[in-house]
């Protein structure tokens, strides 16, 4: 049994997804096969690679943890903002220049929208961009790294937020209103720009456009 989320390949074509009610991170080869990186007292979720040997995780009951992937050793990276513990924090993204943007979900929704994105930069700064979040999930950057997109899953929605040189953002509106019993989850940019929403809920990831006009869809046929 598992709940499996975060996958993210590295350098070599091997798949990492962490396995989050049983705190482990499994690496899938090539091949098709299995091997357990981490097992440890925690509720990983979202992954990046932080460098060819680390592997970032946002971890709902601890904060931001890193593990080592060839010793399997997982250590704290931030637990809290200020004095503050994070409601649960859920996905991550890098930009080019190494700051990370990453959101602090909880138990947060329509009737309770405190979710937070939040942005660290190299030297360790944190600074909350959005702190009225209805359940803030996915999160990815546009191609020039100009806007940030974020799934609000209980909102049922994907925000996009301008961001501006000294890294803070502004006029944040509503990009995209989907429906169902549950909203948008993971986010990614493809090659061609368009945004690739994936929506748990009704089984299908939607293909979206600079409008956000749906110009496809991929169904999980497995659950329909």
Same mark, same amino acid.
């Given at each position: 049994?598992?709940?499996?989320?975060g996958p993210v390949f590295d350098a070599q074509g091997n798949l990492y997804v962490t396995?989050?009610?049983?705190?482990?991170?499994?690496?899938?080869?090539?091949?098709?096969?299995?091997?357990?990186?981490?097992?440890?007292?925690?509720?990983?979720?979202?992954?990046?690679?932080?460098?060819?040997?680390?592997l970032l995780i946002t971890d709902y009951k601890n904060g931001l943890m890193a593990l080592?992937?060839?010793?399997?050793? +997982?250590?704290?990276?931030?637990?809290?903002?200020?004095?503050?513990?994070?409601? %649960?924090?859920?996905?991550? /993204?890098?930009?080019?220049?190494?700051?990370?943007?990453?959101?602090?979900? %909880?138990?947060?929704? /329509?009737?309770?929208?405190?979710?937070?994105?939040?942005?660290?930069?190299?030297? *360790?700064?944190?600074?909350?961009?959005?702190?009225?979040?209805?359940?803030?999930?996915?999160?990815?950057?546009?191609?020039?790294?100009?806007?940030?997109? +974020? =799934?609000?899953?209980? *909102?049922?929605? +994907?925000?996009?937020?301008?961001?501006?040189?000294?890294?803070?953002?502004?006029?944040?509106?509503?990009?995209?209103?989907?429906?169902?019993?549950?909203?948008?989850?993971?986010? =990614?940019?493809?090659? =061609?720009?368009?945004?690739?929403?994936?929506?748990?809920?009704?089984?299908?990831?939607?293909?979206?456009?600079?409008?956000?006009?749906? /110009?496809?869809?991929?169904?999980?046929?497995?659950?329909?």
């Open positions: 049994e598992s709940f499996i989320e396995d989050i009610p049983y705190g482990r991170i499994f690496r899938i080869g090539a091949t098709g096969g299995w091997d357990l990186v981490a097992e440890y007292d925690g509720e990983p979720n979202g992954m990046k690679f932080l460098n060819d040997r680390e080592d992937i060839t010793t399997g050793r +997982v250590t704290p990276y931030l637990d809290r903002r200020n004095t503050e513990r994070f409601k %649960g924090v859920n996905d991550l /993204v890098f930009d080019s220049r190494g700051n990370l943007y990453f959101t602090d979900q %909880g138990q947060t929704g /329509v009737h309770d929208p405190t979710g937070r994105v939040y942005r660290m930069s190299p030297q *360790g700064k944190l600074d909350a961009l959005i702190t009225n979040a209805p359940s803030p999930n996915g999160l990815v950057l546009s191609p020039d790294e100009a806007f940030l997109f +974020v =799934a609000m899953t209980r *909102g049922n929605c +994907v925000w996009r937020a301008p961001l501006f040189p000294d890294g803070s953002a502004g006029k944040v509106g509503q990009f995209f209103t989907s429906y169902g019993p549950s909203g948008p989850d993971g986010l =990614a940019m493809d090659t =061609a720009s368009r945004l690739i929403v994936s929506n748990p809920g009704l089984g299908w990831a939607w293909v979206l456009n600079h409008r956000a006009e749906p /110009v496809g869809a991929e169904r999980d046929t497995d659950r329909h």
